[in-house]
């Protein structure tokens, strides 16, 4: 891999594929759209290519020329901005900038208490969303887990209202079905006080998983077509099982899933022109063929589909932070920091998944802690080195000469702040780590968890706001019986 310099930041960017090679891959993606072609099941996004000329073939098969996808790829918004609670903005995705966040739903967790894996609950979705809200180097939220105490067709309303509840960062929201995506919208609305003012200054995205880059379900279009008609931004990601649901090969599958994406960016732009989209560039991951388990940490996962979408020059939405261990142990953080900083220096942007661990199975808030002392460490080496006069210190070097000492100079105390002290991170002699106690990495993450839930106390919403997030949370659960 060849680095060169970060247009934005001026410190290192790592390319893997050539120029070159991305557009052999963006070619391979036009020629299975033009030629292979995709299924469609929403009768709307067909009405919309039928519009552009295209052909409907065997009932929801299209395919798409490549001048249509060329012109999508025009017309969507060069970056997105996501702003906090209070309008502010947070994260602008253009160029190598980068955010951080969770990754979303994970049937289990790691009880912060105990260390005992067990099914998510809804306050589990409560502790971590307070958690990152203090948490300096997590920029947006994905919901915890799964709260399992709660009615599988509506948790999604109450894990949305949770996150808008007990922070004021962005959130990447995902829901169950089209109609909890309205009611997500609807409650994120509330918060920023209306259609036109969420419409100006997001809070939130929607995440959508496509259930095949070939073969795009209803409910992932008609969530595409929603936001997109909302102007509000999106991911939209068809994930190809390298082996399994696409080509084995990393080029191959790379170009399928970025066909899949593409197909959606086309969808979303003659629905609305201008509709922002989040591009994943095509995710491709390891089928372990000795377990058949998704691996998500694995390195050929790595840097290809951020450089894929980096080539397009639109918004990025990355993977990172995650691990296929089974505990925060030393794998998890191997894992952690090595896709954090190679996520990092391929300038992935909207980099999700961070505490995720058992491929994506089980999320752990201790993990999310270590996580976001890895990113800090990350952020301070990505950062641009000053050459010049100050320094450089030549005076402060003649004058001390091969004599003195520069720890009591007045050059290191102007400087010393500058370096990166870690938080989480062990520092100490032996002696004074025996005499704090002989903790752990974990065993510091969740006592720092846990002092956090006890002092942090995140902006409250107005009453009124709350309420609101109340009614659309129980006209969710009225609508289904037995839901609580």
Known sequence: MTPTAN??????????????????????????????GVRLYEKQALALLQSKGVTVEDGNRVRIPAHLVEWALSTAPRRTVLYDRQGREAM???????????????????????????????????????????????????????????????????????????SVKPILFVTLDFAGCVDAVRMAEAVAGGAEALQSKPLCACYINVSSALRHNEEALQKL???????????????????????????????????????????????????????????NDMLEMRTTIDCYADPTNRVMLVEMAHRYGLPIFGLTG?????????????????????????????????????????????????????????????????????????????????????????????????????????RRNYDGWRKAGEKTMRQRAQEKALKILEEHKPEPLPQDIQDTLNEVVAQADASWPGSN
């Not at 991911?235 to 080509?247: F, M």
């Not at 969808?267 to 989040?278: D, F, H, N, T």
């Not at 491929?359 to 460490?377: R, T």
């Open 7 to 36: 247009p934005l930041k001026g410190g290192l960017q790592f390319r893997k594929l050539s120029d070159e090679k991305l557009d052999r891959i963006h070619a391979a993606s036009l020629q299975i759209l033009e030629s292979t």
């Open 92 to 166: 602008n995705m253009e160029g190598h900038n980068m955010f951080y966040g969770t990754g979303s739903d994970c049937p289990n967790v790691i009880d912060l208490r105990t260390g005992q894996r067990r099914p998510g609950v809804l306050q589990d979705v409560v502790d971590a969303t307070v958690v990152c809200d203090a948490l300096p180097n997590i920029d947006f939220l994905m919901s915890f887990c799964i709260a399992n105490d709660l009615s599988p067709q509506t948790y999604d309303r109450h894990q949305m209202s949770a996150m808008l509840m007990h």
């Open 225 to 283: 077509l929603f936001m997109a008609e909302k102007g509000l931004p999106t991911t939209y990601t068809p994930v190809v099982l390298r082996g399994a649901t696409g080509p084995i090969t990393p080029a191959g599958a790379i170009a399928l899933a970025n066909a899949g994406e593409l197909a959606g960016l086309v969808i979303s732009q003659i629905k609305r022109e201008g509709a922002p989209v989040i591009l994943t560039g095509g995710v």
């Open 322 to 426: 995650c691990s296929d261990s089974k505990l925060p142990d030393e794998q998890a953080a191997a894992e952690a920091a090595l896709s954090i900083l190679l996520e990092s220096l391929a300038g992935a942007q909207m980099a999700h998944d961070v505490g995720y661990l058992d491929s994506g199975m089980i999320n752990s808030i201790e993990q999310i802690v270590i996580c976001d002392e890895i990113i800090a460490y990350t952020k301070h080496f990505m950062k641009e080195v000053e050459v010049n006069e100050e320094t450089l210190a030549l005076d402060v070097i003649n004058q001390i000469g091969p004599d003195g000492d520069f720890i009591s100079s007045k050059h290191t105390r102007r400087h010393f702040r500058e370096d990166w002290y870690p938080q989480l991170f062990e």
